[in-house]
């Protein structure tokens, strides 16, 4: 957490350049509330500056009629001769396309066939019944932690499905809509879950903290903010390279706060870099409400500060969060420019684990977000159920084989070794230096002491 946003874009762009990771209800957080709709992605308006600025700008008159030269770095010039304070912007509209009732618009049409809507359905389901049994889990001891995404699975599922597998994506950590949809399997889910010693993190990582390079998708970390700039810096060298990929950011309305954000977003503005920033706004920073992390409108009016094109969208409309991440690549690429997507959603399920919502948010307010037709499950089941493709018994025995399939999945972890001890270490250096051989010789001793406290039968031999 100790390096600079400035050295993380730097780091993101010999990233980018040296690896190829193949190896509802009232939306919170913005001060506009109205819905937009468009007939498909390719009429998708982003909010910004346009991208061709005018080889020169017309010379402004004073109302004393004193000519001035362009002041550089702004993109219009208008003079008066009374002071007036400026407190907001033209209000950003939130892109929709379903409504609550699971309804298409007549005039709108769904970017995919019906069997392509049913199939992102059910990752949506996958994740949410991951969710259920995972969380019971580690409230029976089982495993150390976990997060949910209740609430936001569209968000994740909805972009995943709408990027490229050569996309590099940074997750926050309720992006596991994204690994699932790129063929994270339920197993390796369970297995990081576990800390198993064969999962790609070694076992090492607390659990929720997936990774997978071969899917072009970094680690989940802890500390928030810190993919930003690194997604900054892989989409500037992916410009220069004039690769057909983009950097892809995900994170919270929260992390949004950080200083990381706002170097991130100006890095990428200033250098081209093809990077789509994806905030998740759930209307809570752990137990911080919107509105006590900010009085601007949202984190979409953020963008357009830093000249980026810029959205707001539903995130509870799967099929919009669809269209505008593929708009907003098409753009990303065919412009060399970043954009940044504000996804409109709610966080029903505490932060985490080591979290009670109760006491800081009321059950009436968390059930308007639960409502059939507000939820994204709920909406696209509405959906889904019109047409005829799917209903509440074929739902429940789906329901019913993912559970087994996570319990499966878990048993089979339970039965696997933890990482040797020795791996605390490894990995930082090419080889232990002498402080750490220090430490893993204190850490032996230790369990040597205390062989009843450990059952080292559950770890590999170093």
């Known amino acids: 957490r100790g390096s600079s946003p400035c050295l ?14 193949r190896v509802l209800g009232r939306p919170a957080g913005c001060i506009q509330r109205g819905f937009s709709t468009r007939p498909s992605a ?17 010379r402004a008159t004073f109302s004393r009629q004193k000519t001035v030269g362009a002041f550089p770095g702004i993109h219009s010039m208008q003079f008066i001769d009374q002071l007036e304070f400026r407190a907001a912007a033209e209000p950003i509209p939130i892109y929709r396309h379903v409504g609550t009732d699971g309804t298409l618009p007549d005039h709108l049409e769904m970017p995919f066939s019906d069997e392509r809507a049913l ?8 994740v949410a019944v991951c969710d259920q049994v995972l969380y019971d889990v580690q409230r029976q001891g089982r495993i150390s932690f976990y997060m949910t995404s209740t609430g936001e699975e569209a968000t994740t599922v909805g972009t995943a499905a709408a990027l490229e597998p050569e996309d590099v994506c940074w997750p926050q950590y309720r992006e596991l809509g994204l690994f699932i949809y790129r063929g994270f399997s339920i197993q390796e889910v369970v297995d990081q879950c576990a800390s198993v010693a064969d999962e790609e993190g070694k076992g090492r990582q607390m659990p929720i903290h997936y990774c997978s390079a071969k ?3 970094h680690a989940v970390t802890s500390p928030l903010a810190t993919g930003i700039p690194h997604a900054a810096g892989a989409g500037y060298a992916f410009k220069i390279e004039g690769q ?5 950011a995900y994170f919270g309305d929260g992390a949004a706060s950080e200083g990381d954000f706002a170097v991130a977003l100006n890095f990428a503005a200033t250098l081209g870099s093809q990077t ?15 509105s006590e992390q900010y009085a601007g409108d949202g ?9 980026l094109p810029t959205l707001r969208v539903d995130g509870n409309d799967l099929i919009s969060v669809y269209n505008a991440t593929k708009a907003a690549r098409e753009l990303c690429v065919r412009e060399q420019r970043p954009v940044l997507m504000e996804l409109m959603t709610y966080r029903v399920g505490h932060h985490s684990t080591s979290d009670d919502a109760s006491r800081y948010r009321s059950v009436d307010e968390v059930s308007t977000w639960t409502e059939d037709g507000v939820s994204p499950l709920g909406r696209m089941f509405r959906m889904l159920r019109a047409k005829g493709l799917w209903d509440e018994g074929v739902e429940k025995q789906f329901r019913a084989a993912v559970r087994a399939e996570v319990i499966n999945a878990l ?12 791996d605390i270490f490894t990995d930082v250096y090419d080889e232990l230096n002498w402080a750490q051989q220090e430490q893993y010789q204190e850490l032996l001793d230790h369990v040597k002491r205390h062989p009843k406290a450990y059952d080292l039968s559950k770890y590999r031999p170093s």
Request: include cysteine; aromatic fraction near 10%.
């Open 8 to 21: 993380a874009s730097f780091c993101g762009f010999v990233l980018g350049l040296r690896t190829d990771m």
């Open 42 to 58: 390719g009429m998708i308006k982003f909010r910004g500056p346009s991208v061709k600025k005018p080889e020169s700008q017309p």
């Open 119 to 126: 199939e992102l359905y059910k990752y949506m389901l996958r």
């Open 215 to 217: 899917r072009n998708i």
């Open 244 to 248: 057909n990929r983009v950097a892809v």
């Open 276 to 290: 789509i920033f994806v905030c998740r706004n759930n209307g809570y920073a752990i137990s911080t409400p919107v």
């Open 299 to 307: 984190i979409a009016v953020r963008g357009l500060a830093y000249g």
């Open 411 to 422: 048993k089979a972890a339970e039965k696997k070794q933890k990482g040797p001890l020795r």
